[in-house]
């Protein structure tokens, strides 16, 4: 975090505040996956679900608070406030809904009339209806091999998605 703030000053010396986002941070379960190992974690939920509680507990707690900070520094409220969680799209619906979907809600909770991102690279397609219940208006960069028209049918209007280009192969196919 002590890293994090340095290089936010550092860039709005350099380049000027309105070019220098800081809104944008891990979201609860991504963080617990740093904290205590990915695989720690994942069978921390399957054979120590309270440990697996008590970690996202701390993980939530401190995004909030870190956001908070963030905003202080900046010295006004975000408009926005964004979430990144990959790990989550590897939980089945039952265990989305018990270890990520109340913690990320909080967090965005915490924050209200925000403009609310949660970004997540993982394959959500068996998630996508619990994503609008996160409190979120804005699903960027999903799974790339998605079916866009998928995602839209069960979503509908209750979430912008943003993404789903598929780096390596709009590149390819540009350039072939």
């Avoid at 505040?17 to 994942?42: I, K, T």
């Avoid at 993982?122 to 998928?150: K, Q, R, W």
């Amino acid at each position: 975090m002590a890293v994090s703030i340095a290089a936010y000053r550092y860039m709005k010396a350099l380049v000027g505040r309105e070019n220098v986002d800081f809104w944008y941070c891990l979201g609860p379960f991504d963080l617990a996956c740093l904290v205590r190992g990915q695989s720690r974690f994942f069978a921390d939920i399957k054979l120590r679900p309270e440990l697996a509680h008590e970690i996202l507990e701390i993980t939530t707690r401190t995004i909030i608070e870190w956001t908070k900070v963030r905003e202080e520094i900046v010295g006004e409220r975000f408009e926005r406030v964004g979430l990144g969680d990959d790990f989550p799209g590897y939980l089945s619906p039952k265990l989305f809904k018990e270890f990520a979907l109340p913690y990320i809600k909080r967090v965005f909770e915490a924050f209200p009339n925000r403009i609310h991102y949660w970004h997540s690279d993982g394959d959500t397609a068996s998630v996508l209806e619990l994503i609008p219940e996160m409190h979120v208006e804005v699903f960027n960069n999903f799974y790339p091999d998605a079916d866009i028209s998928e995602f839209k049918r069960r979503i509908g209007n209750r979430v912008c998605l943003i993404g789903n280009i598929h780096p390596l192969k709009s590149y390819v196919e540009r350039h072939a």
